[in-house]
C-alpha cells in the first residue's frame, strides 16, 4: 500500500466524484465484530474503452449472480451499472479471525456521447466480469465532391 494515493483518469462522462482517500484502507476498531461493509466492493472499479465500433464497459465484479447487478438507461444518456453482495449470515458459534472478501452495494454512472446507440445495450457476465456492450451510431462521412481549377 502507497502512502501516496494513484490519481485515477478522470472524463468528463465520469459521473463519480473522486475521492482522495478511496485507496487507503483504515484500520476497523475490532475483528471480533462482523462488519457491515468493505469499501473494497463499494468502489468497483470499471474500464470504459471506445473501439470504432462501440463503447465497451468491463467490471469486475466476483461472486455475484447476474440477477444481483442491474444495467440500467437513466435519462437516455447516462448508464447505471449497480448491484449488491449480501453480508453473509453469522452464526453465534462462529469467531472470525479475519474478514477481507467484499460485501456492500456499489453503483457507477456514466454519461454517454452522442454517439451511443442506446436502444441496442448488450450485458453479458462471464467468470465474474461484467461485459456491457453500446454500440456506436455509424457517422456518415461527407459527400466529397472534386470541383475542377480553371484558369
Known sequence: MSLIPSFRQSSIFDLDPWDPFRDFQFPSSSLSTFPRENSAFVNTRIDWK??????????????????????????????????ERKIEKEDKNDKWHRVERSSG????????????????????????????????VE???????????SG
Open 50 to 83: 471506445e473501439t470504432p465500433e462501440a463503447h465497451v464497459f468491463k467490471a469486475d465484479i466476483p461472486g455475484l449472480k447476474k440477477e444481483e447487478v442491474k444495467v440500467e438507461i437513466e435519462d437516455d444518456r447516462v448508464l447505471q451499472i449497480s448491484g
Open 105 to 136: 452495494k456499489f453503483s457507477r454512472r456514466f454519461r454517454l456521447p452522442e454517439n451511443a446507440k442506446v436502444g441496442e445495450i448488450k450485458a453479458a457476465m462471464e467468470n465474474g466480469v461484467l461485459s456491457v456492450t453500446i454500440p456506436k
Open 139 to 149: 457517422v456518415k462521412k461527407p459527400d466529397v465532391k472534386a470541383i475542377e481549377i
